[in-house]
């Protein structure tokens, strides 16, 4: 069965930095298109950013230039880096994962995880 764990969250300054992991166990982490998404109280999830099994990556326009996905096939991990936070970017990131891609970016994959509390204060 597959899980995913997330760490790395909490309570940064505007402008800060933080970067969050999400672990993947019980499968073939390699496989797996990996996504992560966020949502802020009385918001739907929102994708913040995507990474293909072949590396290919999507961000969403509100985080391009300060968010980098990334993932090592080698410790079951994707990761999302973030700078220059903004007290808008205050969300439970998620980690979202599947096989096809396409789920992932739409936000139906299978595999979520539980969730870890970013808090940028202004």
């Known amino acids: 069965q597959v899980q995913l764990v997330e760490s790395g969250g909490g309570l940064v300054q505007y402008g800060g930095s933080l970067r969050l992991s999400c672990v993947l166990s019980?499968?073939?982490?390699?496989?797996?298109?990996m996504g992560w998404y966020r949502q802020a109280p009385g918001t739907q999830r929102e994708l913040v950013a995507a990474?293909?099994?072949?590396?290919?990556?999507n961000y969403a326009d509100s985080v391009k230039g300060r968010f980098t996905i990334s993932r090592d096939n080698a410790k079951n991990t994707v990761y999302l880096q973030m700078i220059s936070l903004k007290p808008e970017d205050t969300a439970v990131y998620y980690c979202?994962?599947?096989?096809?891609?396409?789920?992932?970016?739409?936000?139906?994959?299978?595999?979520w995880g539980q969730g870890t509390q970013v808090t940028v204060s202004s």
């Open positions: 990474i293909s099994s072949s590396g290919s990556t």
């Open positions: 979202n994962a599947d096989v096809f891609p396409l789920r992932v970016l739409a936000g139906t994959g299978d595999y």
């Open positions: 019980g499968n073939i982490f390699s496989i797996y298109t």
